[in-house]
């Protein structure tokens, strides 16, 4: 498969939540994949993708700052 390459920004040094979900009918469980990645000190994250792990589709990408190693907010 190839390499998916999912980035933003965020707070910085922040823990990232990153959530795909197969945008199907049929999409069960199995279908939607959970990554992590940390911010940088100006907030830029990325996270890299294998596509043999996901089914063939459209996918809904969603990411969310959990917390910030600086200052414990969530």
Same mark, same amino acid.
């Not at 390459?5 to 939607?32: K, M, R, Y």
């Not at 589709?57 to 917390?67: C, D, K, Q």
């Given at each position: 498969?190839?390499?998916?390459?999912? #980035?933003?920004? *965020?707070?910085?040094?922040?823990?990232?939540?990153?959530?795909? *979900?197969?945008?199907?009918?049929?999409? #069960?469980?199995?279908?939607?994949?959970?990554?992590?990645?940390?911010?940088?000190?100006?907030?830029?994250?990325?996270?890299?993708?294998?596509?043999?792990?996901?089914? /063939?589709? *459209?996918?809904?990408?969603?990411? /969310?700052?959990? /917390?910030?190693?600086?200052?414990?907010h969530q």
């Amino acid at each position: 498969g190839e390499i998916m390459q999912i #980035s933003g920004e *965020s707070i910085p040094n922040a823990t990232i939540e990153i959530v795909t *979900s197969l945008q199907s009918d049929t999409a #069960s469980a199995n279908d939607t994949h959970q990554y992590f990645a940390t911010s940088t000190a100006t907030g830029l994250w990325q996270v890299d993708v294998d596509t043999d792990q996901l089914a /063939r589709g *459209s996918y809904a990408i969603h990411a /969310r700052a959990l /917390r910030s190693k600086l200052s414990g907010h969530q």
